[in-house]
């Protein structure tokens, strides 16, 4: 999954998704698109997408593991 689609911004700030894109996702007139600013750049995805990448953002690597590798740290640097 994945790819590369040109687009170019008309006169009236619209954008049109390749033929392919829409099929391959799903989406269907009045479909809700968000776009995410990031320092990478712009990224549009569904809202179905933009929660996942949220959840992800937001949790992070979980509690335990981050204890258990700052454990290691600290032992790997007693052992050296």
């Known amino acids: 999954m994945g790819g590369t689609y040109a687009v170019v911004v008309g006169d009236k700030g619209r954008i049109v998704l390749p033929v392919a894109l829409r ?7 009045g479909t809700s698109l968000l776009l995410l600013e990031t320092d990478q750049g712009v990224v549009m995805t569904t809202r179905e ?27 790997a640097a007693e052992d050296a």
Not at 23 to 29: E, V, Y
Not at 51 to 58: D, G, P, T, V
Request: proline share 6%.
């Open 49 to 75: 997408q933009g929660r996942r990448l949220l959840r992800e953002q937001i949790d992070g690597p979980g509690l335990v593991e981050g204890l258990l590798e700052d454990r290691r740290r600290a032992a």
């Open 23 to 29: 099929a391959r996702l799903g989406l269907t007139p």
